[in-house]
């Protein structure tokens, strides 16, 4: 069974910092993209950042120089460092792993996500 667990949310006051991490289990995880996504209430969710599975980042417009995506294969985890958080980081961020190799290429799993609160 494929489970994809966040933590590291909470509240934290503007400029302040966060780490998320995202523990994977039941997939290869080395043969998968792994992202951040986030939804704000009453907003569609987007793509916050990503990292391919030979380690490649990428990031939103958004969050670039604020935020770092990373991977630790051995641990079969992700981490989003968010640093100089603004009140509009505000959302539930949820992780997504989607498969790049072999049968199973383009099968995606999601979080339950965890909430980020930015505020004074």
């Known amino acids: 069974q494929v489970q994809l667990v966040e933590s590291g949310g909470g509240l934290v006051q503007p400029g302040g910092s966060l780490r998320l991490s995202c523990a994977a289990s039941?997939?290869?995880?080395?043969?998968?993209?792994m992202r951040w996504y986030r939804q704000a209430p009453g907003k569609q969710r987007e793509l916050v950042a990503g990292?391919?599975?030979?380690?490649?980042?990428h990031y939103a417009d958004s969050v670039k120089g604020r935020f770092t995506i990373s991977r630790d294969n051995g641990k079969n985890t992700i981490y989003l460092q968010m640093n100089s958080l603004k009140p509009e980081d505000t959302a539930v961020y949820y992780c997504?792993?989607?498969?790049?190799?072999?049968?199973?290429?383009?099968?995606?799993?999601w979080g339950q996500g965890t909430q980020v609160t930015v505020s004074s």
């Open positions: 997504n792993a989607v498969s790049q190799t072999g049968a199973t290429i383009g099968t995606a799993y």
């Open positions: 039941g997939i290869i995880f080395s043969t998968y993209a």
């Open positions: 990292i391919t599975h030979i380690g490649l980042p």
